[in-house]
């Protein structure tokens, strides 16, 4: 068996702070939440009372929970239902909303670290400068989405997870109205496994959309070795758009790189029972 080089993980910029801007301006009155050490002067310690705190907010509003990196965040299984916010990482402490690095978040390998429900059309979860792993679920390791409405992830990694289906991203849609993945600058999904499924990376289905068009965007060492899919498997009637030119080391390298599955080790395209899918 031949042995590959294997690359260092990419590093993330201090901040792309014209993105987070645009992508969680509140379209009302949002209120701000933090997330860290006791005594630090942060309104939770745990991200789970955090997200409670924001779906009981007025509708109309889109929270923004700032998760600062002053303390660990283990054994995760963060749960976000029929509710607009933003989870936004890599501040050092919360006094501060600006990021400078990544906040992770560890599933323990005991469930996907953040499931994703009863989204509606209008609705939209934003997640900026998190590091997602040890998700172990059976669908959607590191995140698993289901409904309609969007969602944008950003200068975030999504590693070292594993599901049945969709090992490190499980984007499914099931409303009246496509769902929307955006993948924005700075995100990398390596290193997820599909364990007996597909879609070691990503994987989509249902009514959905995804698009993966910036630059430094890599699906890089995802595996589905029973499946197809190593990188991306897109179910139909789901869509991918795919343009991003890869990520830049000493020169780009493409979007997909060193992924492997049974069949279609960088992308697979499978027809659904509701139709064919597209890419």
């Known amino acids: 068996m031949r042995t590959r080089a294997r690359l260092p993980e990419p590093t993330f910029p201090a901040l792309a702070l014209m993105l987070i801007l645009f992508i969680t301006s ?12 006791a005594g630090g002067g942060c309104g939770y310690t745990t991200i789970a009372a955090a997200i409670t705190a924001a779906e009981a907010q007025v509708s109309g509003s889109r929270p923004v929970i700032y998760i600062a990196t002053n303390q660990s965040y283990d054994a995760q299984a963060l749960s976000i239902s029929a509710k607009s916010m933003s989870l936004i990482g890599g501040v050092p402490n919360c006094s501060t909303h600006t990021p400078a690095g990544n906040t992770t978040i560890n599933g323990g390998n005991s469930a996907a670290v953040i499931t994703i429900r ?4 209008g609705t939209q979860v934003v997640l900026s400068h998190l590091t997602i792993t040890g998700g172990h679920g059976s669908s959607g390791g590191g995140v698993d989405y289901i409904g309609a409405g969007a969602m944008n992830i950003d200068n975030a990694s999504i590693t070292s997870n594993q599901a049945t289906n969709g090992g490190g991203i499980h984007f499914g849609g099931n409303g009246s109205t496509a769902a929307e993945l955006f993948l924005h600058s700075n995100t990398f999904v390596s290193n997820n496994t599909a364990n007996g499924g597909s879609g070691g990376g990503l994987r989509t289905d249902g009514k959905a959309n995804v698009h993966i068009d910036e630059d430094q965007i890599w699906f890089y060492n995802n595996h589905a070795d029973s499946g197809s899919g190593g990188g991306i498997v897109v179910v139909g009637p789901a869509y991918a758009h795919i343009g991003s030119p890869g990520y830049m080391l000493a020169s780009y390298i493409g979007v997909m790189y060193q992924n492997r599955a049974l069949n279609g080790g960088g992308i697979a395209a499978i027809a659904g029972s509701q139709g064919g899918a597209q890419i």
Do not use: S
């Open 118 to 121: 009863n989204m509606t059309t």
């Open 26 to 37: 509140p379209t009302a009155h949002a209120v701000n939440y933090t997330v860290g050490a």
